[in-house]
């Protein structure tokens, strides 16, 4: 069946037309394929999906679909299903992260240059790609304000990338990573300002509110502690 999908695909406009189709198929047999433990089965079902995905053009694998590619690049990584290599995975998760700036790709970037197996460690780097996701467009800073109905994975990936962080830079690193961050990332820096100087408001209306409310009740209860006669 897999084969017959790539023989259709041959041109490149034939295989973007089976992509709407098909795609989601190979998705779906990746994520049954792994949580059977066949891990095997689903790098092979990832690499047909790069493969279908990309259609002729002369580039590598990087240029197939994103969620294949990352699960590739995870296994790559993990040595899992297939045999690890690390330069590889971190070429790929680099790709992605260049057009996903706001997803797992990008956090696994940041482990990357935090682990510093296939580059060199740069845990500053990590902390500046961090930063971004951690303001980026599933964050709180977002125009959504951090609505999101699938983004608990991510959370718990940020969270725990950010707790290693925390154990294992200086408050120096750490320092120096944020000011890289404000100035490569201006808009998103300018976002957060507004959103603070948002919340900051808000707050303070609210104290204004329950300072009222507060008073008002204050009064009502003095008033009618003052209506009450005792009989004599």
């Not at 041109?11 to 779906?28: H, K």
């Amino acid at each position: 069946m897999i084969s017959a999908i790539i023989i259709v695909s041959a041109a490149r406009a034939d295989s973007m037309a089976a992509d709407r189709g098909t795609i989601a198929g190979f998705q779906t047999a990746i994520y049954q394929a792994d949580h059977s433990g066949d891990f095997a089965a689903a790098v092979h079902t990832a690499q047909e999906c790069i493969a279908i995905s990309k259609g002729t053009d002369p580039v590598d694998e990087q240029a197939g679909n994103p969620f294949c590619v990352h699960y590739l690049s995870d296994a790559l990584r993990d040595g899992r299903g297939i045999p690890r290599d690390e330069a590889r995975a971190f070429a790929l998760a680099k790709y992605l992260a260049a057009s996903d700036a706001d997803g797992d790709a990008a956090l696994d970037l940041a482990q990357g240059y935090l682990d510093g197996k296939a580059t060199p460690r740069d845990p500053v780097e990590a902390a500046v790609i961090l930063w971004r996701v951690e303001h980026g467009l599933w964050s709180f800073y977002s125009r959504f304000w951090g609505l999101c109905d699938d983004c608990t994975a991510l959370w718990a990936h940020m969270k725990a990338l950010d707790a290693r962080i925390a154990r294992e830079m200086s408050p120096e690193q750490r320092h120096k990573a944020i000011s890289i961050a404000l100035n490569r990332f201006p808009a998103i820096a300018a976002r957060v300002k507004q959103r603070d100087g948002q919340v900051t408001a808000l707050l303070g209306l609210g104290l204004l509110v329950a300072a009222s409310l507060a008073g008002g009740l204050i009064r009502w209860w003095m008033r009618s502690r003052s209506s009450v006669h005792l009989p004599t």
